[in-house]
């Protein structure tokens, strides 16, 4: 997806983003959070994030901000 596509987005997005990750630049997310795009980078994370030691701690982060979604709290 495109940075004009990311801008095009009508719907909450979460893109979460480990600052470690040699895989897929950090830059790239931050160039494409827009809109409705949320970029949470994760500090001392890599590219698979739900594998991390703190995968716990970063699925509890998703549900608090799937909750928010829910609830209109933004």
Wanted: proline share 1%; glycine share 6%; charged share 25%.
């Amino acid at each position: 997806m495109s940075r004009g596509a990311a801008s095009a987005l009508r719907v909450p997005t979460l893109l979460l983003h480990g600052d470690q990750d040699r895989i897929a630049d950090v830059a790239d997310s931050r160039a494409f959070q827009a809109g409705c795009v949320e970029l949470r980078v994760i500090e001392g994370a890599a590219h698979d994030l739900l594998h991390e030691r703190a995968s716990e701690k970063l699925a509890a982060e998703i549900a608090v901000w799937l909750q928010a979604q829910v609830s209109g709290a933004r």
